[in-house]
């Protein structure tokens, strides 16, 4: 009889007495699939009816896909699941229908043609999948991910756990030889075109061997006129979805209008180079090439190598169009003015530029153009080492679902995470989109700078907690990108080192450092920006006798200069670095100002001072000569802006 249940639990067929037909059979057989739902007959089948999904034909699609991208070394061809542009859902009219199946293969087509090109054939692609997505394929394929308390993806970056700037490879091309430095304190050790295409299809063909593959494309750049379009090609779920995060994210309107990349990574970073090629030095190799604009990478899984690869292309191609590229954070006030913070790692960067009163522009990568500063990332990848809500609240609450935690310490049962443990690395990270940032400024983008703030940690404890600069000196502290590692952080450092990277990031320029220096110092005059020194390191004595800045103080010297006390303060003059330190900031102990009156020890206190100025003078010799972007007399001037002994 009808609905009386099947020895399996599940209602019989309702009898109609005969088969129904017509219009008014399909309206029966309708309703009887709403009485009485389709159940699963196995797992596969349950899985299957778990999530919705608009129903469409994607015949057409395999088989262009198929086309394009089959590979004669296996039977069956590619399957590309796509997270379709909304507004390409097949429509029912068969006219509309057509049209919509010839936009989907043309837009497909036009998507790997280039992948097909350089031989990669991949049997699954998984193209601009969602968050969700992501950390369902990476909790499901990657071993070492899991879902902290916070809601945040924790995972392993494998061996690596930092970035390997002596394996960067640049490529020597006729177009761009004469632009890039090479050399001495160069970050570009030169590789020639014929290995990198060696160790591109390596790559590619570590890639092929592979069952599925990731592929992201999105933005580098929220000014719409210096926006550049990025394809990433990799194997992790975990590094598709960094990349989601670090890069600007297209909507559905701009994927669909993507077309081909300007520049695209292919990362089979756990694959190893072959030590034995050509310019390699180790079975790790990053490579750029600005003529095919490809970058390859293999040995290394860390997430980093890609956003950096991103700066360092835009640290080329933006000042050929006149924007100064800048490894900074930025924020700005209600009314307006915009701020840059540049400093390494460890020098309060990313901390003081999240202020919870100034909204965020970014916190590490910007142009200045004529229109004023743009963020080059649609993410943040913050430092998580002792990480605490009382001190970084902004960045705290940003780790939540979406961000990517790398190689932290957490509890099996309550998955709370430890930031204080460095077991596996001092550098572990949270990347997260600029969107988890409550007060971020969305588009990134904001008016020329009003102040520009350098940061170093001085771990020797002799330079000031802040300085005005005048333009000159403001050029050579640029060039200079002063900071300290303290005793312990790394293997074999025993008391201060003194570490000095150019431009604040030498990692990743790509043109000498005075190209960038003169270009801030025109900028600088030209829009009448403030320029100041902040040291957050210590002072008293060097690290191990004297004591670091309070984040409090260096808050409020901060504060001080965005309300403009400190552009009307008096100064006095510091000697042998012939910096001008303010006799007075609100909420600041006024002995910390000068350091040598927190020295109990007067005559080391000049001793260690003069140390770090023959530190400053060394590594500005292979700047002396102005690199070819600024004259004699300038290059002059900027020297004669540093200590003098």
Same mark, same amino acid.
């Given at each position: ?512 450092? !005075? =190209?960038?220096? /003169?270009? $801030? *110092? %025109?900028?600088?005059? #030209? ?78 206190? !000049? =001793?260690?001072? /003069?140390? $770090? *100025? %023959?530190?400053?003078? #060394? ?27």
């Amino acid at each position: 009889m009808p609905g009386v249940p099947t020895s399996a639990g599940a209602p019989a067929p309702i009898s109609t007495g005969k088969m129904a037909t017509g219009e008014k059979g399909d309206d029966l057989r309708r309703l009887v699939n709403e009485a009485h739902p389709p159940r699963a007959a196995d797992l596969a089948e349950l899985h299957s009816l778990q999530k919705t999904r608009k129903e469409r034909d994607d015949t057409a699609k395999t088989a262009s896909l198929t086309a394009t991208l089959k590979s004669g070394a296996r039977e069956v061809g590619p399957r590309v699941v796509v997270r379709e542009p909304k507004h390409l859902y097949l429509p029912q009219s068969p006219r509309s229908r057509a049209a919509a199946e010839e936009e989907q293969t043309d837009l497909i087509k036009e998507m790997f043609h280039e992948m097909g090109d350089i031989g990669l054939k991949p049997v699954v692609v998984y193209h601009n999948l969602s968050v969700p997505e992501l950390y369902e394929h990476a909790l499901k394929y990657e071993p070492s991910t899991h879902i902290v308390a916070s809601g945040a993806l924790a995972t392993l970056s494998g061996a690596k756990t930092g970035r390997s700037p002596k394996d960067k490879r640049v490529v020597r091309e006729p177009d761009s030889e004469a632009d890039i430095w090479w050399g001495a304190g160069s970050p570009n050790y030169e590789m020639d075109e014929r290995t990198f295409i060696l160790n591109r299809e390596r790559a590619v063909d570590y890639l092929n061997t592979l069952d599925r593959l990731y592929v992201f494309d999105g933005f580098a750049g929220w000014d719409t006129q210096a926006r550049f379009k990025i394809r990433v090609v990799c194997a992790r779920p975990y590094h598709a979805l960094f990349m989601n995060n670090m890069l600007i994210r297209p909507t559905e309107d701009e994927l669909h209008t993507f077309g081909a990349p300007d520049f695209t990574i292919y990362n089979g970073g756990a694959f190893p180079a072959n030590r034995y090629t050509s310019y390699m030095t180790s079975s790790t190799s990053i490579d750029v090439s600005l003529k095919h604009k490809e970058m390859v990478i293999l040995g290394t899984q860390y997430a980093g190598e890609m956003k950096k690869g991103v700066f360092s292309l835009m640290n080329y191609v933006l000042p050929k169009m006149g924007i100064l590229s800048l490894h900074s954070g930025c924020n700005e006030g209600k009314d307006g003015d915009v701020t840059l913070f540049f400093g390494l790692s460890g020098t309060g960067k990313t901390t003081l530029s999240a202020d919870p009163h100034r909204p965020l522009i970014g916190d590490d990568e910007h142009g200045w153009s004529d229109r004023g500063v743009f963020n080059i990332e649609g993410g943040c990848y913050a430092k998580a080492i002792g990480l605490k809500e009382e001190n970084e609240p902004d960045i705290f609450h940003a780790i939540k679902f979406g961000c990517i935690l790398e190689n932290v310490v957490f509890d099996e049962e309550t998955r709370s995470v430890d930031y204080d443990t460095s077991r596996i690395t001092e550098n572990t990270r949270a990347s997260y989109p600029i969107e988890h940032i409550e007060n971020a400024k969305i588009p990134c983008v904001g008016g020329h700078p009003k102040n520009i703030i350098m940061l170093c940690c001085d771990a020797f404890g002799v330079l000031p907690p802040v300085a005005k600069l005048t333009k000159e000196q403001a050029m050579y502290y640029f060039i200079s990108g002063y900071t300290a590692k303290v005793a312990g952080t790394e293997q074999g450092v025993t008391e201060p080192e003194a570490t000095f990277s150019a431009c604040f990031g030498s990692a990743f320029l790509m043109w000498h450092p !005075t =190209k960038y220096a /003169s270009m $801030l *110092a %025109e900028k600088v005059e #030209k829009h009448g920006a403030h320029v100041w020194l902040i040291n957050t390191g210590w002072t008293g004595g060097p690290y191990g006798v004297g004591y670091r800045f309070k984040l409090r103080h260096t808050r409020a010297i901060v504060d001080a200069i965005h309300s403009g006390e400190l552009e009307a303060a008096q100064y006095e003059t510091m000697p042998t670095f012939n910096l001008q330190v303010p006799k007075a900031v609100s909420n600041v102990p006024a002995e910390v100002l000068l350091p040598i009156n927190c020295w109990a020890d007067k005559e080391n206190y !000049t =001793k260690t001072l /003069s140390h $770090l *100025a %023959e530190l400053f003078q #060394k590594n500005f010799k292979k700047f002396e000569d102005g690199g070819g972007h600024v004259t004699a007399e300038e290059a002059h001037q900027i020297l004669a802006a540093g200590p003098t002994l």
